[in-house]
Structures are given as C-alpha cells and as structure tokens.
C-alpha cells in the first residue's frame, strides 16, 4: 500500500513455502570466479520431527535396528492421534531386507482412542500388494476390520478406550501410512469392506464383463461357491449371488477366529468372497448389498478437514450467497490444471503469458493455454500452486467430492505467468492487463473481464511495471487482491505493497500470526494461510490449507488434494470473499471495498485495537463481509443472530499445556454465553472476551494426577437459543513415547544436474536430529531426506517420511559461497494423501532419489 521510489524488478517467485524459492542459480560444486582453489565449507541443519509421526518399529530397512511388533502382546505403543508410517510383507516378497526371508506379514499397535475417531489406512505399493485393516478390543476381542482390495480402508471406533489396531498383509509387500485422529466421518474412502457396515450377509451384487454360463459356473473353483439369482427384469447387467451355506471358510478363509459371532463371520465370509472376486479380470466389480437408511451429506467429501472456512465464517455466508456466475476472479499464477475434475464447469477462457521458452516449460510462447505443465524441481514433482490458489477461490462444490471453494458459483480465469524459476514483471504485468480487458501483447481481450485478481506472487524489489498494470486495472475497476509474503519479516514484498493493492497477511488455526507470514506497515487484512508443522485439531492431517492440486513425479498426472501454507493460502480467502460480495453487490467498486475495510465492515479485530501491523484491519470475516454488502447494494433480508465458534475439534497433545477458543455471535444480539464442562482435567477462562462472554478463551489441561491414556470430552456453548459444541482430545503420554520418524537418509543434491553428492544417515527421533555435510563446495543446491522403509534404494517413495529444505512441496536453493551454512532446518514427515474418488487419488510422494550407499 506504500509508494516506492522506481527500481528494476528481477523476477517474482510463488508465495507457498516459508521461504521464497531462489530464481535460477548455478550448479553445485564449481570453481572460484577467480580459478583459484575452490573453498569447501560446511552445510548444516535439524530435521524436525512433528510429536504426531511414528515408525513402525520392524521395517525392510537393513541401517534400522528391527523390533518386531508382533504378536498382539508385543504390540508397539503409539500417542494419539498420530501417523504411522510402516512396511509389512508376505515372506520372499518385495526387496532384498530385514523381513525379506522370514517375512513381517502383521503390525500390532497399542493406541488408547475415543468413540468416533477413525482409522485410515494408506497402501502405499497397491499394485504389488493386498493390506487390511483390524481393529480389537484391550482383551483381544476383534471390533471391527477393513479388507477390501482399494488403496484405502479403514475403520471408526466404537466406544472410548484402549485398542489394538493391525495392519495385516494379505499378499506381496508394501510401505503403509496408518492415519488416526479426529477425522470427520465424510472423510472416509467410500465403498471400503468393512466388517461393521451393514449389508445382507451372504450376498453379493456383482458385474461381470463377460457373464458365465451355467456350465462354467460349475466347474470354476470360486464361482463355483455361489449361486446365481435368476434375473427379474432389467437389472443393468448386475447380478445377485448368494454364498452357499459352509462355502466361505473352504474356500475364501486365511485364518479362522472362533471367536467371532456367527453372524460376523457370515459377514466375514461375505467380505472374504468380494475380496476374491474383486481379483477376477472378468469382474468389473463386486460390493455387498448394502442396507441403506435415509440421510442428507450436502457437503463435498473432504470439507470437514477445512477448518480454514468455519474460521471465517463462511458457512453463514453460504446461507446468503454461495457466489455469482457472473462474477470472475483472475488466478494470475502458474496457470491451472484445466481438465482437473474439481474444477470442471468453474473455468472461463484465459491466457498464458510466459514469453520466456525455458520459463515457459510447454515448448512455446504466449498463447491462449493458460494449463498448467508443470515447474517440477530435479527429480520432484510441480507444485501446481495456481490450481491450488485456484480450488480455494472456487472449487466446483456441494457435488459430494473433493473439497468446497469460498465462492463456487463464481467463475476462475487462469491466467498463466509463474513457469520454471518463477516468473517476470513483463510477463505478470500483461497477465494483469488481459485479466483487466485491457490491451495487451496477446492482442486479444476476454469476453468479460475479471471483477477481482488473486497475486499469490512476490518479491522484495518493486518496479514501475508491475505498479502501472496494477494502476490501470484498478482504475477499469478490478480489486487486487496479494499475498504479503513468507519471509517472517516487516520488509515489503511486492505486488502486495502497492498503493491500491490489498495485502494479506496468514494466521494458523488459532488465529495467530503464522510463522512464516510477513508483517508491518502494509498488511492490509489478515486469512487463514495454515502451518503444515503442526495439527492442533487432532484430525491426523497437518493444519495446512486443503485445496486442489496434483503430482507429475510418474509419467502421468494424479489428480489429488494438497495441504500447504503460505500467505499465498490466504489471499485466495479474501478474493472469494470479495467475489460473495460481489454477488450480493454488483457496483462494489476497489475504493468501496477498501472503505469497507477501513470501517471495520469486513473483519473481526483480532491484533491490537483497530488497525495492526500483523493483521492489519483483522481476520476477514465472511459472514460480516457479504452481510454489509448486501446492505450496501440496497437487498438482504434480516438473519437470524447465530453462534460462531472455532475450532470445533481441539487436540491438546502430550506437550500442549493450552489451546485457544473463540466464541462469537453473529447476524444480530444473542445475550450471554454460557460455558459447560464436566471435564475434571480441564479448565476455560476468558482471554479477552466482553461484559456478555463473546471473545477468545483459554482452554487448559491439569495432568498432574492423570494415569497415561487418551482422554476426551466436550465443551457446550450457549447463548440465547444458539447452542454448539466443541469435542476437545488429549494425551498422557509415558515419557518414553517421542516423536519417530525412523532412520532418514540427507542427501546434498546439485540443482543443476539433480545428482546426490553426499548422503548423511541420522535417526528422525524425538523432537529434532542433526544432520552435517563437509566439504561442500561453492554453487546452488538442494537438501532431500527421507527413510528407505522397503529397502529398495530410493527415498520419499510412496509411504516414506519425506523432508526437504524449505518445505517439500518447494524446496529451496541453498547457494554456498565461502562461509559455512548453518540453521538449514526442515520438517520430516508421513505425506497425507487423501481417500478421495479415482479422479483426486494421488499415488505419489513428490520427492523421489535415489540412495548413494545402494547404487
């Protein structure tokens, strides 16, 4: 928002990791400028290990020290929530290693959990391997499994208390992500085989290509075990088949349980044969029968992991507006995945500007194909940033897949300016102008131009350039919306800075400043931007911002759904917010908005009273925003007042002492909140709340007199008719119980040619590992490290902890010059990949490299 004196802006790099990605830069290990003898120093740093990652305790890998966690009484003891990463195999499959010979066919782990949390577990290697999922009582009793033959099952846990969970190999060998914690139930993989689910023992509905005759139903060996229902009408080439009575344990059992009911081992049974004929090349597929009950689910499938909306509000916006087909926000990024399926019907023409061949990394110029082909560091795979910035704007919503958007019924233009390295000022200055309807070197304008912007772009450095696009397109109209920056500094960074330009800031899931965020004197406006270091819900899965993206590590494209962080996470929040009123608003003008802004009609205060330099005029509240420009554009109807409280999920882990709770009423006059809890171990006092109740509360644990355990409870929240409620988790951990990501390979990789030069081993235990490169000589590199669970000689392969200096879904270049580099620090963890449709499942981590020790 300041003005700057004219400088020369060199390039602009994408605001997603917690630092800006070097542009360019040379290969490692070259000679001194002046061809003298090259300098050689150190390169240094910690992995960080997150208190919710744990390593199965007997993997492949021959570096590990194998405990084996089986049978069931030697069950390996995990925290909760958590997420397991672990090998398992049939003897004499898979790669050369600890269990390769003997095998390593179970895990058992030992989890103390409470009613509703859910159990989901990955299979990392689902083309060579079959794993399932069982869930027993503390006496050894089974409760529940999961053992379909998808990438996916789990499980949801009937009642409070301690649990043997095991993770058990039904053929080949494969690397596993076990996930457990508060996910919502709509997070769930559909059409998992689980024991629990009710279907009609005995039945199975199933679809063959090619349908068999009587003759060859007799003498197949499997098909032989069913009969076949004669077929009433038209039934769409589906068949009823029922098991026979006594068939099920000849034919489909691994291993008998006597102690099994015996309608569960009908169940089993059933199961059992579905597993098998899912195997069969001429069965498209087979399901049990299900029993189905009415139920209404609006909401898309993995909506319950985006806390960053109820944080803003957004719900209660929804009910006014859910966004105008008419109204177009301008993504000006790296271009969006245009055939990504939850984008589908959300896009309109754009146009992509990348004038540099080598940035442009699609063989071409300019030209009217805003797509995304990727901009992939050696050996990784691309961010797809724009795509994700894209999602959050206005992913297509409320179709019972993928995630929701702030704005779904507005419509996105892509326009492509960030390739390989970033991108220039030229380059994003006629993006810019085109998005505007202003002349441009496309010679072409859309058909409509954009109502807003969306820059998840900067840079230190501001230029006239970029200053005067950003002008001319304010004056036609256009709000601008900027992502202030990830270098946790009071710098300015730019576009955000400009005059006329709306700059935002990032808050984590307790609305404080997130670490990364930029700060000071041009932060116009605060959003959720996340921090993928931490889960302070509870739900297993990092408190980053879930959006839309993908990974091109393989040959192909999977479509998928990526947690990141960054104040380019945020902006998107406020531009679909800005859409929503547009809606509600069509003359909203950029001056009225920022009016708006300043009045307080936008925001909650959450900083210093009125404007901050952290948030500037607060978190935007989307609620308030479309309200008072519905008010302003002459419509509305009146609202009734509700509760706002956030999060509604709270994970107080082994070493959090406090967490913080807002309650606010919005849409009109509630009267006085009253707080509720029985919970012996826990205590709520106001922080900062008013004369009626409504503000910010300390939640707090005692442990002092605790036995070690998982222990839950809820918080009940009243005011007026209004009521809501807050399920709050927490752990007592025996002080033995750390933090484990298991034995990391470090590996000092040249930017220019993706080669590894040295590699460092160090066990990923506790809170933080040191790891140390000497002799390091002068140029551009990249920091990898990961675990080799299945011993195949590669790290960060599906299933692996993965870690790279900045963050993994961007790794930075650390350029060495003559002193030693230190405080390198990076997280290390398990990749959460979502259960999602075929469409969204991604297959692969993004980091991939091989071992120096095993080439």
Known sequence: MMKMDNQVKIGLTLLVALVIAACGGGGGGGDDDDGGTQT?????????????VVTDSDVNDIETVS??????????????????????NLAGSGDAGNSFSAGDREDYFLIDMTAGQTLLLNIADLDSADLDLYLYDANGLEVDRSIGTAKFESLVVPSDGQYFVRVYVFSGASNYLLSIGLTPASALPAGALRLSTPFVPGEILARFSNPPTQAARQVDLTLNQFEFADHQGDSGGVRLLKLKQGSGQTAFRQEADTRLSLEKQQKLDTLLAIKALSKRSDVVYAEPNHILQPLVEPNDEYYGLQWHYPQINLPQAWDITTGDNDVIVAVVDTGVLLNHPDMAGQLVAGYDFISDLEMAADGNGIDANPDDPGDGVQGGSSSFHGTHVAGTVAASSNNSQGVAGVAWDTRVMPIRVLGKGGGTSYDIAQGIRY?????????TLPAQRADIINLSLGGSEPDQTSRDAINVARNAGVMIIAAAGNENTSLLSYPASYEGVVSVSAVDINRRRAPYSNFGSAIDIAAPGGDVQVDLNGDSRPDGVLSIGADDSSATINYQLVFYNGTSMAAPHVAGVAALMKAVHPALSPAEFDAM?????????????????????????????VQAAQ??????TPVDPTLSVNPRTMNLSYNLQSATLFIE??????GTVQVTEEIAWLSIAPSQADADGFGSYTVSVDRSELASATYSGTIGITAGSATASVEVIMQVLDASLTGD???????????STGAALQEFQVEASSDAADYSFSGVGSGDYLIIAGSDMDMDGFICDAGESCGAYSTVSQPSVVTVGSSDVTGRDFTTSYEYQSPSSQALQGSQPSLIFPRLDVQ
Do not use: C, M, W
């Open 631 to 636: 008010q302003r554009g002459g419509g509305g």
């Open 40 to 52: 050689q120093v150190t390169v240094s740093g910690r992995l960080i290990v997150p208190s919710f």
């Open 741 to 751: 990501a298991g034995t990391h390979y470090v590996l000092l990789v040249d930017n």
């Open 435 to 443: 998005a505007a309807g202003l002349p441009n070197d496309s010679n």
């Open 665 to 670: 009423q919005i849409g009109g006059d509630l």
């Open 597 to 625: 802004l300043a009045s307080g009609e936008l925001t909650i205060d959450i900083g210093a009273a009125g404007r901050d330099d952290l948030f500037g005029h607060g978190l935007i509240d989307a609620f308030k925003a």
């Open 67 to 88: 405990s084996p966690n089986h049978p069931r009484t030697a069950a390996q003891q995990v925290p909760n929530p958590v997420n397991i990463g672990g090998y398992v």
